[in-house]
């Protein structure tokens, strides 16, 4: 168990603390170069893991329809990032990262339609409660004495959520191809970042360069989210999808521990039931379908 649990809980932590460092240093960061920073620390992080473990050579014949998908999967994923960062400067970050992390429910519904892949009634009820804490949460009122945010915060996020519904359907669509390889898929992230953080990040980050205190505020929280990411790769190597997906996927939790310690942000009533909501449908999406 200790093999797949490890990287499941390190790659948890990594993302809810990485989302809440992005929030506590944007101030002073443009997202512009966040994206920049984001695409380095990807770019560092997957070819290193794909030097030490390659199995299979990139761009062969045979496995070109799954290079296709792969890279469209993560254009798809840099877009929904683009529109996050975003999302965040305007929006509360307990509640932009927890409704932006809801995307394995809709990835659920699409491979109903798409791939044809049939759900359980504990995954319908996962679905219903993701969906409804989804429309409840935008129209949830702020805590008493919170700063009212800008309301672009609500689009951007719903975009974001099913830009990444989009990009893990058709990540699964491309494992059923000829060729597929989960280590391959790493620089196929690298290379979607890079078409769509890498543009954004050159055509409107480069201006001031970046001292030394920002490179660190900002390639750490990037690191750390870089690195749940492989960090979910190997724990889905070892172990059964079913555990390690909601588990990685609970890392709003910790965004949203730290939000109220460290950035003392407050949540409302019924923001709070509609996160719990998400949360507990996220706990029920995944699971064995027919």
């Known amino acids: 168990m200790a093999i797949w649990l490890v990287p499941t809980l390190v790659s948890l932590f990594l993302y809810g603390i990485g989302q809440g460092l992005v929030k506590k240093y944007i101030s002073e960061v443009p997202p512009a170069r966040f994206c920049l920073y984001f695409v380095a620390a990807k770019a560092i992080l997957n070819t290193s893991y794909y030097a030490l473990f390659r199995k299979a050579e990139l761009f062969t014949a045979a496995a070109a329809g799954f290079d296709r998908a792969c890279l469209l999967?993560?254009?798809f994923d840099g877009l929904g990032w683009l529109l996050y960062f975003q999302a965040i400067?305007?929006?509360p970050i307990a509640i932009v990262g927890t409704l932006s992390a809801a995307y394995p429910a809709l990835t659920i519904l699409f491979a109903r339609m798409?791939?044809?892949e049939h759900l359980t009634p504990l995954q319908?009820?996962?679905?219903a409660l993701v969906i409804g804490g989804c429309l409840g949460l935008s129209y949830a009122p702020g805590a008493p004495g919170s700063r009212i945010t800008d309301p672009r915060w609500i689009p951007l996020s719903f975009v974001a959520l099913l830009l990444w519904g989009c990009s893990s359907t058709l990540l699964k669509a491309a494992y059923r191809l000829p060729g597929a390889d989960e280590v391959n898929v790493l620089v196929f992230s690298t290379l979607g970042g890079?078409?769509?953080?890498?543009v954004y990040g050159v055509a409107r980050g480069l201006r001031g360069a970046g001292n030394a205190r920002e490179w660190t505020r900002s390639f750490v929280p990037m690191g750390m989210l870089a690195g749940g990411d492989i960090g979910f790769v190997v724990a889905t190597r070892y172990g059964p999808v079913s555990l390690t997906t909601p588990l990685s996927g609970a890392y709003p939790v910790i965004t949203v521990i730290f939000a109220r310690l460290v950035l003392g942000e407050r949540i409302g009533f019924l923001q709070g039931v509609c996160i719990a909501a998400i949360?507990?449908?996220m706990a029920l999406t995944?699971?064995?379908g027919a």
Do not use: E, N, Q, R
């Open 73 to 75: 999967a993560y254009v």
């Open 89 to 91: 400067v305007h929006g």
């Open 114 to 116: 798409f791939l044809h």
């Open 124 to 127: 319908y009820i996962g679905v």
């Open 194 to 198: 890079m078409a769509t953080l890498g």
């Open 279 to 281: 949360l507990g449908g």
């Open 286 to 288: 995944p699971g064995s």
